[in-house]
């Protein structure tokens, strides 16, 4: 039947029936917000390439994660910056560190709130690579190593989930396998299975102190060209015990997104990074677009394309808007 029996416009005549027919809503219980977390107390320092975003300290974050909690924003990941980073990445886990400190004082603060950490090296690093090195190269199965021990000092520290974001092959097997030996078999493993070598994430490593001293992280992250490898190291994570997966970047790889969600069966999360949130802010400051609206565009395109949970520095706005 086509026009003029059919007129798709019919459905579209006011904002009730285009609610009505509406296929996709972002929730407040969709969004996770990210949390950058610094040394000292009383700090609320402004991040100058992520436009309302802010490094906190470990009693500020608590604040800041009350104020979430109650516009309904569900779960929080948290990043560190130490004060002092070494070739091993000592820090990142340290019982004391950064992040087990932030992470106890949440999970005390607020017990109904998910506390999500982030299980990488890359923050830890003198040398700013997310694993240990030998020579110039990432050592793989070393690094597997200190991030599964990273996992379990995170478990202990309260954390409800953990996300590697290293990509080292067998780390998430390698994770499971040390928070069951120690009693953590509840804390889940959202691995961020697909994740790209991309130019999106530089604003994150400004605000993270986090850029790689010397070449890239193209010997560890996906290439940008790729599809269907994509759909493999989803399925690996997935063997050895991911509950979750994710991509990320979000907006230019929601085809990889569509792609999960059509071959997976388990929770999808993608995370839509910094550089792609400061785009959006920054080209809102000149009056270029309409930041908010394209903000919640961007938001539930990656609802649409497959997404279960967004990863988004927009969350609180946005929980604040709906
Ligand atoms: C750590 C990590 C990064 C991001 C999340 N975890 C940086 C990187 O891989 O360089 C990026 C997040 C963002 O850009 O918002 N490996």
């Known amino acids: ?148 021990r990273t996992a379990v000092s995170h478990a202990q520290a309260g954390a409800t989930i953990v996300a590697p974001s290293d990509m080292m092959d067998g780390r998430v097997g390698a994770i499971r396998r040390e928070l069951d030996a120690n009693g953590f078999e509840n804390v889940a493993i959202l691995s961020y299975a697909a994740k790209y070598s991309s130019a999106f994430y530089g604003p994150f490593r400004d605000a993270a102190e986090s850029t790689p001293e010397f070449g890239d992280r193209r010997g560890y992250q996906m290439d940008p060209a790729n599809r269907r490898e994509a759909l493999r190291e989803m399925q690996l994570d997935l063997d050895e015990g991911a509950d979750m997966l994710m991509v990320k970047p979000a907006m230019a790889y929601l085809d990889i997104l569509a792609d999960a969600r059509r071959e997976f069966s388990v929770p999808l999360a993608a995370y839509h990074v910094s550089g792609e949130y400061s785009m959006i802010k920054a080209a809102g400051e000149r009056g270029w677009i309409d930041a908010d609206r394209a903000m919640e565009e961007s938001l539930i395109s990656i609802k649409r394309a497959g997404a279960d949970l967004i990863l988004t520095y927009a969350a609180a706005e946005i929980a604040e808007r709906l």
Do not use: W
């Open 1 to 148: 039947m086509s026009f003029p029996v059919t007129r798709m416009r019919r459905l579209r005549q006011n904002e009730t029936l285009r609610g009505m027919v509406r296929e996709n809503r972002l929730a407040r219980e969709d969004l996770i917000l990210p949390l950058f977390v610094v040394e000292g107390t009383g700090v609320r320092e402004a991040i100058g390439s992520m436009p309302g975003v802010f490094r906190y300290s470990v009693d500020q974050v608590v604040v800041e994660a009350k104020r979430v909690a109650a516009l309904g924003v569900p779960g929080v990941i948290l990043f560190g910056i130490p004060a002092e980073k070494d070739a091993r990445g000592s820090g990142a886990d340290d019982s004391e560190g950064i992040v087990q400190r932030a992470s106890r004082a949440i999970v005390d603060a607020l017990p109904e709130l998910c506390v999500i950490t982030d299980v990488c090296l890359c923050e830890y690093t003198s040398h700013g690579h997310c694993g240990v090195l030998d020579g110039h190269e990432v050592d793989n199965d070393a690094s597997v190593e200190r991030l599964a």
